[in-house]
């Protein structure tokens, strides 16, 4: 049995993302994947400390840093390609699909169904991953902003309001409490106040 599963998950970090925009800072698959498993457990964190909810941190976690796997074998698509339309989206769910099936056949049978109940979301779970997701790319955009490239510019823009257009509080509260020291030197980082 070929047992590739993991090879192909340690592929992740080949895969870049950004691809049709210039980027000062290499950004990959695998590095996004456990930001926003990351960030993803810090919503669930505040969910459950902030608004009383009763959030699976760890699972969630897991869910988070698996949730872009399906790119190992369609890489990065740009978003404005792959949400076009209705058609392309369902197209690249179908692709999507196919990939996670592809990449679990190479787990031993037994193994399978664990594997793929990571794939499968709650509405909870699916917000706040996609707040997470958001998130991240919206850190990558301040963080090339930040070294003066302005290709992000617009990008950063649209991730903003695509984030507060979630009414996710726990979304919201990171933005105003975390935020912040995305954009400071180390050095301010580090001072204590």
Request: charged share 25%.
């Given at each position: 049995?070929n ?22 800072i290499?950004?990959?698959?695998s ?11 810090a ?11 009763n959030?699976d941190?760890?699972?969630?976690t897991m ?21 076009y339309?209705?058609?392309t989206k369902q197209?690249?769910s ?5 990939s996670?099936?592809k990449?679990?056949?190479m787990l031993p049978?037994?193994f ?10 709650s ?8 707040a997470a997701d ?9 963080e090339?902003?930040?070294?003066g490239?302005?290709?992000?510019e ?10 507060k ?29």
């Open positions: 049995m047992n590739g599963f993991f090879a192909m998950l340690f592929r992740m970090k080949h895969i870049e993302r950004w691809g049709i925009m210039h980027s000062l290499p950004d990959h698959l590095t996004h994947s456990l930001e926003v498993g990351f960030i993803a457990h919503l669930s964190a505040i969910g459950n400390e902030k608004f009383n909810k959030y941190s760890s699972l969630i869910k988070a840093i698996y949730h872009d796997v399906p790119e190992i074998f369609t890489g990065d698509i740009p978003t404005p390609v792959k949400y339309s209705e058609e197209a690249y179908k692709v999507e699909e196919a996670l099936n990449l679990t056949e049978a037994e399978r169904s664990s594997y793929m109940e990571l794939f499968n979301y509405k909870d779970e699916k917000t706040l991953i996609k958001r998130i991240s790319a919206y850190i990558k955009c301040l090339e902003k930040n070294y490239n302005r290709e992000f617009i990008a950063g823009k649209r991730l903003l309001d695509a984030i257009d979630m009414k996710c509080p726990e979304a919201d509260y990171f933005l105003e409490n975390f935020l912040e020291p995305f954009g400071f030197p180390i050095d301010s980082i580090l001072q204590s106040e």
